[in-house]
């Protein structure tokens, strides 16, 4: 069989009404210089700045991510400025967001699968607990009255800033 479609074409899904309902809300500096906060409705994230003149929530970024974003907790590195953003989604992942100010984008700096794809009640990322210290992140599940959680050290951070600046 042929296939008829065009090497160039791109397929893109989009809706035409955002959803209205918050499901998570954090707060922290992820830009390095300002107090943002950062909502999650559904399928999307948002990231929110006060207008100290006005009053009002300005809305600096929205990205549509490609699944149901399960949890979100912030997390700053020891000795940092700004803060970094773990997401547990449906598709089985947590994944590390940076927010680049100068580019206006969220980019992934992690990713780590941790099970199947779906809402599983066996899948961790249904909770997420960050230390305040930065030092590592805890994911969690719940299937029926236990718990399981994993605990994710960050040292591919220590070790890429170590190598950076060192060689």
Do not use: W
Request: proline share 4%; with cysteine; glycine share 8%.
């Amino acid at each position: 069989m042929s296939s008829n479609v065009a090497p160039n074409l791109y397929l893109y899904h989009a809706t035409l009404m955002k959803t209205g309902a918050i499901t998570h809300a954090i707060a922290g500096s992820f830009s390095g210089q300002h107090q943002e906060i950062l909502i999650a409705r559904g399928k999307s994230l948002e990231l929110l700045r006060p207008d100290i003149n006005t009053g009002r929530l300005l809305s600096i970024l929205s990205v549509d991510v490609f699944g149901i974003i399960r949890s979100m907790q912030p997390f700053r590195l020891t000795g940092g400025q700004k803060d970094y953003i773990v997401v547990g989604s449906d598709s089985g992942k947590i994944s590390i967001l940076e927010y680049l100010p100068d580019k206006n984008v969220f980019q992934k700096v992690h990713e780590e699968t941790f099970g199947r794809t779906g809402c599983r009640r066996i899948v961790p990322g249904q909770y997420v607990a960050a230390d305040p210290k930065g030092r590592a992140v805890m994911i969690g599940t719940h299937n029926f009255n236990s718990y399981r959680f994993e605990i994710v050290a960050f040292f591919f951070f220590f070790f890429f800033f170590f190598f950076f600046f060192f060689f």
